[in-house]
C-alpha cells in the first residue's frame, strides 16, 4: 500500500509540473512577450492631423512639421550632458528633470525630453545624435494657421498630460490632443491613427532590421478634414470693428442654425498658442483678468438680455390671449406700480400698441403685458412658471446643445427662485415683484449665442435649428439630427407677424432709424442693459451695456444676429451700427453705409474699461 501510494505521489507530481510548463511554454504567452518587449523597440509614425476650412472653402488650418527630441530611459548610455545640452540650448537641470520624468512614465517607453524643434534646431541637431544613444528624433506635425481670426472658434492643441493618458491609452507622453474650440470638439475625426514600426534588436540591444519582417507593422491614417460653418470674411470683418471694446458677435443662418461668426472681443492670434511659445503665451493671456482674451464671451458671458427681450414678452402675451396687437397703453414716462415704485421710459409718443411700442421699445406697454401673462393664473407662482415654460422654448436659461466645447446656460427665473428669494410664505410676492423680466432686466441672463438663436427663432416664425459650428467631415454634409431637426417653440405662427412688424419698424421710425441699410428689409431691437461691477467691496453703477439682435431680410431671411458691446451706452450707438454693417457685409458683400464703418473704426471703449481701476470717482457717460 505504501509503495502504491508512493507512485501515486511521484505520479500526481509529474503531471503537475508537466501542465505548468505547457501553460508556461505554449498557452500562456505572457513571458514570450515580455521577451519581445524586451527586445523590440516600438517607433510611432504620427498621421498628418486633419486640415480646416471655411465654408467657402477657404483654408483656415493646416500643418506645419515639427520635431521632439525622444528618450527611452532603459537604453541611455553615459553621454556628455554638457554637449547635449549646449545643443538643446537647455539647462542641465532641465535635462535631469526631464529624464526623471520619463523614468518615472516607463523606462522602455518613449518620452518627450525637448518638444518641438524648428527645422533648423532638428538639421544641426540630427548630425549629433549618433554621440547619444537611448535619444532619437520624432516627427510631429504643429498647427500653421492662414487666418489671424476665430481663435476661440479654432482653439489649439497642446501636450496631453498624466490625466489624459491615463483616460485614453490611445494618448503616450509628448502626444499632442485638441484642447479648445473645434480642435478639441472634433478631436478624434481631426487625429487620425498613429502608425506603428517594430524594430528588431540583438542581445546587444543593436537594431537588426523589422521585426518579422514588419508584419506586424501599421501605416498611419490622416486625420479628416473638416469643413466648419464660419464665414471667414465676415469673421474678419467682425473682429475689426470690435477693435478697441469688448463683447461679442453671434451670427447665425437661422434655416439652418450653421454659425457664420462667432466673435468674441479682445482676441488672440492664433499662432500665439504654437509650438514652444504656446506656454509663455497662454501664461501670459490666461493672467490677464482685466481684458480676459481667453474668456469666449460669445458663449459664455452671461448678461442681462436688456430690451431685444421685449419681442418674448410680446409673444406670450399674445399666445396666452391677454392682449390683442391692436391695443394701447398709456405711457407717462414709464409704468407705476405700488405705491412709489416705477419702471421708467425715455420720451415717446403715447398710447402705443403693439407695433409702436416694439419701435418705440416702450417700457410702459411691456410692463403691462407682462402683469397680465402673470396675472391671468390663480397665483403668481403659476404665472411664472408659464412664463419659464415659454422662455425657454427659445433657447434661453439652458444649455443649447450645440457642438461647442464651451458655455453657459444663463438663467430664466421660475417659482422656486423667487420662493428661495423672498422667502415665501413669509413674504408673500406679487406679481409685479418681477416686473423687471418684462423688459429682459432682474435676474435674466443670457448669453449672446442664446440670443442669436431666439433672433433666429422670430425670424422663422416659431422654430430654430441647433446652432452649430461643424458643416462637413472629409467633404460629406452633416447628417446630426440634433442639428438637422427643427425645434419649435411654444408660440404658434400667427402670432409672430406683429412682433416681426414691430421688429421692422424700428428700423423705419424706431429706435434704429438712422441704421436703415439701402435695398434690405431689416428686423432688429435695439437694448440698453444695466452694468454694475464691485470696486473695493462696493456695488457700483458703470456704463450701461449696448445690445442688439436683428435679423435679415424681413422674408426668408439670410442672417439674424446678436451684437453685445460692454459699457457700449445704448443699444444703438454701438451695436446697432455695428449689427447694420454685419448683414450688409454678409448680404451684399460690400459696405455702403461708411459713415457707421468710419464711425465704429474711429471710436474706442478703452477709456470706459479703465474707469474701476483708475481709482478715481468717475460718473456714468450716457
Same mark, same amino acid.
Given at each position: ?58 483654408? $483656415? ?13 532603459? #537604453? ?64 510631429? &506635425? ?5 487666418? #489671424?481670426?476665430? !481663435? ?96 461679442? /458677435?453671434?451670427? $447665425? ?5 450653421? /454659425? %457664420? ?52 414678452? !410680446? ?11 391692436? #391695443? ?42 407682462? %402683469? ?9 407662482? #403659476? ?9 425657454? &422654448? ?10 461647442? &466645447? ?42 449672446? /449665442? ?21 458643416? !462637413? ?15 419649435? =417653440? ?38 440698453? !442693459? ?63 453705409? =461708411? ?28
Amino acid at each position: 500500500m505504501r509503495k502504491l501510494l508512493l507512485y501515486l505521489i511521484i505520479i500526481t507530481t509529474g503531471v503537475v509540473f508537466i501542465g505548468r510548463l505547457f501553460y508556461l511554454q505554449i498557452y500562456n504567452t505572457s513571458f514570450a512577450a515580455l521577451s519581445e518587449d524586451n527586445a523590440i523597440k516600438v517607433l510611432y509614425d504620427y498621421p498628418q492631423r486633419g486640415a480646416i476650412y471655411d465654408r467657402n472653402g477657404k483654408l $483656415l488650418v493646416t500643418n506645419q512639421p515639427s520635431y521632439d527630441v525622444m528618450v527611452i530611459p532603459r #537604453e541611455l548610455k553615459p553621454f556628455d550632458t554638457l554637449e547635449f545640452c549646449s545643443i538643446l540650448k537647455i539647462t542641465k537641470e532641465k535635462l535631469n528633470k526631464q529624464l526623471k520624468k520619463a523614468r518615472v512614465y516607463s523606462p522602455r517607453v518613449p518620452s518627450v525630453v525637448i518638444p518641438q524643434l524648428t527645422k533648423d534646431e532638428y538639421a544641426y541637431l540630427q548630425e549629433k545624435m549618433r554621440k547619444f544613444d537611448g535619444f532619437y528624433i520624432q516627427k510631429r &506635425s504643429l498647427r500653421d494657421y492662414h487666418t #489671424e481670426n476665430a !481663435a476661440n472658434v479654432l482653439g489649439y492643441i497642446a501636450e496631453v498630460n498624466d490625466g489624459l493618458i491615463k483616460k485614453d491609452p490611445y494618448y503616450l507622453s509628448g502626444d499632442l490632443i485638441g484642447m479648445q474650440g473645434v480642435e478639441k470638439q472634433y478631436e478624434n475625426e481631426l487625429r487620425g491613427i498613429k502608425g506603428i514600426k517594430r524594430i528588431q534588436k540583438d542581445r546587444f540591444n543593436r537594431d537588426i532590421g523589422p521585426y518579422k519582417n514588419g508584419k506586424y507593422d501599421t501605416l498611419p491614417v490622416n486625420g479628416k478634414d473638416l469643413t466648419i460653418t464660419i464665414d471667414e470674411e465676415l469673421q474678419a470683418y467682425g473682429q475689426k470693428l470690435m477693435v478697441n471694446k469688448r463683447g461679442g /458677435i453671434v451670427a $447665425l443662418d437661422p434655416s439652418t442654425g450653421e /454659425i %457664420l461668426t462667432l466673435i468674441t472681443a479682445p482676441n488672440y492670434k492664433p499662432e500665439l498658442l504654437v509650438g514652444r511659445k504656446r506656454s509663455p503665451n497662454y501664461t501670459r493671456l490666461h493672467y490677464d483678468s482685466i481684458s480676459r482674451p481667453l474668456f469666449d464671451r460669445g458663449v459664455k458671458g452671461e448678461y442681462p438680455p436688456g430690451s431685444p427681450f421685449k419681442a418674448i414678452t !410680446a409673444l406670450i402675451a399674445l399666445q396666452e390671449g391677454v392682449v390683442d396687437p391692436r #391695443e394701447s397703453f398709456f405711457c407717462s414716462h414709464g409704468f407705476r406700480y405700488g405705491k412709489k415704485a416705477k419702471l421708467g421710459c425715455h420720451a415717446h409718443a403715447s398710447p402705443l400698441s403693439m407695433i409702436p411700442g416694439i419701435a418705440q421699445s416702450c417700457n410702459a406697454y411691456f410692463a403691462n403685458v407682462y %402683469l397680465r401673462s402673470i396675472n391671468k393664473f390663480d397665483t403668481p407662482q #403659476e404665472g411664472i412658471d408659464n412664463w419659464e415654460k415659454h422662455v425657454e &422654448s427659445f433657447g434661453l436659461g439652458n444649455y443649447l446643445g450645440n457642438d461647442l &466645447s464651451s458655455g453657459s446656460k444663463g438663467l430664466v427665473p421660475n417659482s422656486d427662485y423667487y420662493n428661495r428669494r423672498y422667502n415665501y410664505p413669509k413674504y408673500k410676492w406679487y406679481s409685479t415683484a418681477t416686473i423687471s423680466n418684462a423688459i429682459g432686466q432682474g435676474e435674466i441672463l443670457a448669453t449672446p /449665442i442664446q440670443l442669436a438663436n431666439m433672433t433666429a427663432a422670430i425670424a422663422n416664425r416659431g422654430y430654430f435649428y441647433t446652432p452649430h459650428i461643424i458643416k !462637413a467631415i472629409d467633404g460629406q454634409p452633416i447628417d446630426i439630427e440634433n442639428f438637422t431637426k427643427p425645434k419649435y =417653440t411654444t408660440i404658434d405662427k400667427e402670432h409672430f407677424e406683429p412682433v416681426i412688424e414691430g421688429m421692422h419698424q424700428v428700423y423705419v421710425q424706431g429706435t434704429a432709424k438712422a441704421l436703415q441699410v439701402n435695398d434690405i428689409e431689416i428686423c432688429g431691437k435695439t437694448g440698453t !442693459a444695466e452694468n454694475y461691477t464691485v470696486v473695493n467691496g462696493e456695488r457700483m453703477q458703470l456704463t450701461d451695456h449696448s445690445v442688439f439682435v436683428a435679423f435679415a431680410p424681413k422674408d426668408n431671411p439670410k442672417i439674424a444676429l446678436t451684437v453685445f458691446i460692454e459699457n457700449g451706452y445704448w443699444g444703438s450707438r454701438y451695436a446697432g451700427k455695428i449689427a447694420s454693417l454685419m448683414i450688409e457685409k454678409y448680404i451684399k458683400g460690400t459696405i455702403s453705409r =461708411t459713415d457707421l464703418e468710419d464711425w465704429v473704426l474711429t471710436h474706442s471703449l478703452e477709456e470706459e474699461y479703465a474707469k474701476p481701476y483708475s481709482g478715481e470717482p468717475f460718473k456714468i457717460n450716457q
